[in-house]
């Protein structure tokens, strides 16, 4: 016998399982949401919320030494760790408290426990309780990977950086993609000693190659050091407390704390999916759904990165309103995969949308890109050596917009209204009858006319 019936119980009260159980309720569902950890999930409490507040912290430096040429002479500055995690753990504090509030506002049923599924209808909670659901949702997002290499219990992840005790001196970051490049950025604007371990022969596979190229040269520039196309063999601690981290090339880099960020597991074990004949990805163990979010078992659904369709906070928001409104306000609706725009928070930062050049002369006959490449107005008096790149892949034969790839500050608010004529298929002329707004970098991609270089397939 169950202790409670619900129209809908989702598993996992992250930003996506926040949303539906929120959207369900405004339609009239009876809904309740289980949490074992913190309400709020991964990009709230141990994701983009404290990565991009720290972000923010570790460019006051630069900023500090830009304002020497524009006549602010900073003295006796100083940076507090403790300060900075303090403040940060409690906005998170507050920003969870919003998130209980809506669940509250919603009239949604909150369990702080582990919740797993005992059939295609029944939770059962590590409380005991057992709870009956019309549907079940599972939104228990991902987990970051940890290789299995000795020494591995001396490595941290993303989700600790946040409540480290204090300021790694020397620190190895281990991956390529975004979130090794914005934490090793972080740690390096904050005055650590950082070098960057990557499988591959370059950073930020995927991304325009361009870009790849600007991002890396201006990272070593910035102080980082780039160790591309070698694998961490091996850690190991010695009697003070320092790590030794081994390399592929033999290799030994020293180092304070080991961060690992090479790619995020879906958290779909211990769910008890075979008791409901849910079915998984065998490799990584993605919950397999539909493109309405419907897994293997018909009363069953997911959403998120737990699917790993598209491993980003905004695409599990929209997943869990197109769920919730399709099954439960009865307007059918599909989330969109074209055309997402994606940032990296790295110094230099990076915001895309759309195409790269090279998948674009893939899957078009004629492709022309429009390109610039300048040094931003406000290093006329930092004097700062650094470099904008703007990037516009267009469809020769239609003049349809493809992409939008941006190298610079805030390239990551510029691609997010470019994201709009991308995905609308705006034409490159339309985009040219825009005014500009003078004087700012965004000016230029209204300005480009002349394509920097055209590929035409024989």
Request: with cysteine; hydrophobic share 45%.
């Amino acid at each position: 016998m169950s202790n409670h019936e619900v129209d809908l119980f989702v598993i996992g009260a992250g930003s996506g399982g926040v949303r539906a159980a929120k959207v369900a309720a405004s339609h009239g569902a009876r809904v309740a949401i289980a949490e074992e950890y913190r309400i709020g999930g991964t990009c709230v409490i141990r994701g983009c919320v404290p990565k991009k507040l720290m972000v923010y912290a570790s460019r006051v430096p630069r900023e500090l030494r830009d304002g020497v040429g524009f006549g602010w002479l900073a003295e006796s500055v100083r940076f507090d760790w403790s300060v900075l995690t303090g403040n940060v753990a409690r906005e998170l504090a507050r920003l969870e408290g919003l998130y209980l509030k809506t669940l509250d506002t919603a009239g949604v049923s909150l369990f702080r426990a582990r919740a797993s599924l005992k059939d295609s209808h029944t939770i059962a909670l590590s409380t005991g309780d057992l709870v009956y659901a019309k549907h079940i949702l599972i939104a228990t997002g991902a987990t970051p990977v940890r290789t299995e290499v000795g020494g591995a219990e001396y490595v941290i992840t993303s989700d600790d950086v946040f409540s480290l005790p204090q300021q790694p001196g020397r620190i190895v970051v281990y991956g390529g993609g975004y979130i090794a490049l914005e934490m090793a950025c972080v740690f390096a604007g904050l005055g650590s000693q950082v070098t960057l371990v990557c499988r591959s022969a370059n950073i930020l596979r995927g991304f325009d190659d361009e870009i790849r190229d600007l991002v890396r040269r201006e990272m070593e520039a910035n102080g980082v050091k780039i160790v591309a196309g070698q694998l961490i063999t091996g850690i190991e601690k010695s009697a003070d407390g320092k790590l030794k981290v081994g390399l592929t090339g033999h290799d030994l880099v020293e180092a304070d704390q080991v961060l690992f960020a090479i790619g995020r597991s879906p958290n779909s074990a211990n769910l008890g999916l075979q008791h409901a004949a849910v079915e998984t990805d065998p490799d990584t163990g993605a919950i397999k759904v539909s493109q309405h979010g419907r897994t293997s078992c018909e009363s069953i659904f997911a959403v998120g990165d737990v699917t790993n369709r598209v491993c980003l906070t905004p695409v599990a928001i929209r997943e869990g309103h197109a769920f919730a409104d399709t099954v439960f306000g009865k307007r059918a609706w599909q989330v969109d995969y074209q055309s997402i725009p994606t940032a990296v928070f790295s110094e230099p930062e990076v915001g895309t949308v759309g195409l790269s050049e090279e998948r674009a002369m893939q899957a078009f006959d004629d492709v022309k890109v429009f390109k610039t490449s300048f040094r931003p107005m406000k290093a006329a008096l930092s004097l700062r050596e650094s470099k904008v790149m703007m990037k516009l892949i267009v469809d020769a034969k239609t003049d349809r917009l493809l992409g939008c790839h941006i190298v610079g500050p805030e390239a990551a608010e510029i691609v997010q209204l470019m994201t709009i004529p991308v995905q609308q298929g705006m034409t490159k002329a339309a985009l040219d009858q825009a005014m500009p707004l003078h004087p700012t970098a965004a000016e230029e991609l209204i300005t480009m006319r002349s394509p920097f270089v055209r590929h035409t397939r024989a």
